[in-house]
């Protein structure tokens, strides 16, 4: 083996490093949070009394959680300039993303608000709450508590997948690596040293994760 690595040839290009990272970041949590606002909306169709409600959200779950998000991604960034919609990618990615997510974290969201024992939502009926200020103040926490590691999972997972948006030209991580190894011809150099920044990365949202369900939902202030 006669391959000389050459880790330093990455140096002049931190900065670009750097702008990815700070991309993936900001589509990670801004995805995150559009996708939960999808998915809790979509959650609570699911369990509507209206059947056409239930079945709006029931095809929209089953279509994107049964289609690559690849094509996803690229029918929202080639298929809809055929309508007349052009999107940039950052936006494009965003869309896509929260709209994938938005699909996992319906059914996740469902799970946890089944997860809540009936009687208790009886209670709260029984005591004169409205079924809105039931869900909030009765179910809401209850479901949060039970699909909380789940969807810390689902932001992980959302973070990595945020790579196959460079095949739209989104300027995140990845593509910022390809940039370099295009310009270098480090091809080992230029992956390893991302792969070990998505690694930093999830270890540091795990410990993040870790704390926020401790602090929340484990040692809650006595009221």
């Known amino acids: 083996m006669d391959y000389s690595f050459k880790f330093a040839a990455l140096w002049r290009y931190r900065d670009e490093i750097v702008e990815g990272v700070l991309l993936t970041l900001q589509l990670s949590l801004a995805t995150m949070a559009l996708g939960l606002v ?44 055929s309508v007349g919609i ?20 319906a059914e996740i969201f469902r799970a946890g608000i089944e997860s809540v024992r009936v009687s208790q939502v009886e209670a709260g009926r029984s005591l004169g709450l409205t079924a809105g200020q039931t869900f909030f103040h009765v179910v809401l926490f209850q479901a ?20 196959i948006v460079s095949s739209i030209g989104a300027t995140e991580l990845f593509h910022q690596a390809a940039f370099i190894e295009s310009r270098t011809y480090r091809s080992f150099e230029a992956y390893a040293l ?19 369900y401790w602090a929340v939902f484990v040692r809650r202030p006595a009221r």
């Not at 929209?60 to 080639?78: D, G, H, K, M, W």
């Open 38 to 81: 999808i998915g809790l909306a979509f959650a609570v169709m699911r369990k509507a009394p209206a059947a056409w409600m239930r079945a709006i959200a029931r095809g929209y779950v089953e279509a994107i959680r049964n289609t690559p998000l690849l094509v996803q991604l690229f029918i929202v960034f080639y298929g809809l300039p």
């Open 86 to 105: 052009r999107l940039p990618a950052n936006e494009a990615a965003l869309i896509a993303l929260a709209v994938n997510l938005g699909a996992y974290s």
């Open 144 to 163: 949060m508590k039970a699909i909380y590691p789940a969807m810390a999972s689902q932001f992980i997972l959302l973070m990595l997948a945020t790579s």
């Open 194 to 212: 991302i792969t070990v920044v998505y690694l930093g990365l999830t270890l540091v949202f795990r410990a993040f994760f870790s704390t926020v």
